[in-house]
């Protein structure tokens, strides 16, 4: 890892030609989708394909806004995906004949601001990047036409802006985070050009325009991602049961390590974990007797445990957060950890309380003193609706009409 990192840091250079790999069609869903504005020519951009996170969430969502626009990406790992995007016009960079790319795509971190920087998207009306990486970088300028590039911001790229937390994140060798600093040092000097280059930028929520702002120097409009809120829905005949619960990738920055330790000084409460990860032998191992972890579960069951949980719990520190958002729309108040994407859809009081410090002194002080039954369930829902597909839709639409003075679907 350490060669390849640092021969292509030394050689930004590299002359590979780009190859194209597509399909063409609409993106087969069962509810309507908008169709695109006549005459308008909309590309979208996305950093990889070949997992599924949240990132993937928006860029299905923003499929279904422009049916028929084609997404622009270094990698697509077909079998990784779902079915339906196989249908879907994607465009890959020459970084998807890479040996192992698919399967180690952050071993060649430094080739893909090379990848999207060949990428010429000039033509095009709009260009809507979906980016927690490096696809900005994207040229939407040929001196002959111009198209206007607007960044969906994730977060600023977390390997160059926050490598402390990625190398934690990733397990990355101290040793091996030294040696990569030379290079780190150019590409952050590389990511605020291009960032510069951006028309207009989107956060998806404070804490992440407050880095944009900080990182880029860049001013930015907040509109949240989408939560499939007609799918998490409060129960019929709603009960509250006797055991709290986290839904989440069995990681270390997710913090469940601050539940399990806090409910060991909670004997006759219940903590039920949900979900799979390379922690799962760590965390069962120090777990008492009243947390039970049950792997991933289908989707059904998990949406039966968001509606029937005293609180969900949330002790990392997110970008955004999905999962707090879809126990607020079963009806069911959240306890998360006051930071990140939290501050903006976890109202203390209301839909749920804030823990002030990522410790589990701290969570468990707020558990010692917490009262299932004082959050009505029509209030967590309302807020989760700030959060809905319905709701994303509308906003990126009429930003986007207003940035174009045209409509765009």
């Known amino acids: 890892m350490v060669a390849v990192l640092l021969a292509v840091a030394c050689n930004f250079s590299l002359r590979v030609r780009s ?23 909309i590309a979208l951009v996305h950093d990889w394909l070949n997992q599924m996170g949240g990132a993937e969430n928006v860029l299905e969502e923003l499929v279904q806004l422009f049916p028929g626009a084609p997404i622009f990406t270094s990698i697509y ?9 196989q249908t879907w016009d994607i465009r890959t960079s020459f970084m998807q004949r890479l040996p192992g790319v698919a399967h180690h795509h952050q071993k060649y971190l430094p080739v893909y601001p090379l990848a999207f920087g060949k990428t010429d998207l000039s033509d095009y009306d709009l260009v809507l990047s979906n980016k927690s990486g490096f696809c900005h970088s994207v040229r939407t300028d040929n001196g002959r036409r111009k198209a206007m590039h607007v960044c969906y ?13 990625y190398r934690e994140r990733e397990q990355i ?9 030379p290079m ?28 944009i702002r900080d990182i880029y120097h860049r001013d930015s409009v907040i509109i949240h991602p989408p939560v499939d809120t007609d799918y998490f829905r409060p129960a019929q005949q709603p ?15 997710k913090r469940i390590d601050l539940a399990i330790k806090a409910f060991a000084h909670l004997p006759q409460e219940k903590l039920i974990v949900v979900g ?63 930071g990140g994407g939290a501050l903006d859809t976890v109202m203390p009081g209301e839909t749920g309380e804030l823990f002030p410090a990522q410790t589990a002194a701290s969570l468990l002080s707020v558990l010692q003193n917490f ?17 809905s597909i319905t709701t994303f839709r509308q906003k990126l639409t009429a930003h986007l009409n207003a940035l174009l003075g045209r409509p765009v679907v």
């Open 77 to 85: 790992d077909r079998p990784s995906m779902p079915p339906a995007y």
């Open 184 to 211: 780190l040092a150019q590409l952050r000097r590389w990511d605020y050009a291009a960032a510069q280059r951006v028309d207009h930028f989107i956060a998806i929520s404070s804490e992440i325009q407050r880095r």
């Open 153 to 165: 911001c994730l977060t600023p790229t977390r390997f160059l802006w926050l490598f402390d937390q």
């Open 173 to 181: 060798n101290p040793a091996l985070g030294a040696l990569l600093q």
């Open 239 to 253: 009960t509250v049961g006797d055991y709290y619960l986290v839904v989440g990738r069995l990681i270390p920055y």
């Open 19 to 41: 190859i194209t790999i597509a399909t063409m069609s609409d993106q087969p869903r069962t509810r309507a989708t908008p169709t695109t504005a006549p005459h308008l020519r």
């Open 276 to 338: 799979e990860g390379r922690d799962r032998a760590a965390l069962a191992a120090q777990a008492t007797p009243n947390v039970t972890f049950t792997g991933r579960l289908p989707r059904a069951r998990v949406r039966e445990l968001l509606q029937g949980c005293k609180a969900f719990l949330f002790p990392g520190l997110e970008d955004f957060g999905i999962a707090p958002v879809e126990a607020l729309s079963a009806g069911r108040p959240v306890i998360a950890f006051a």
């Open 371 to 387: 009262d299932p039954h004082a959050y009505r369930a029509d209030a967590c829902r309302a807020q989760a609706e700030r959060f």
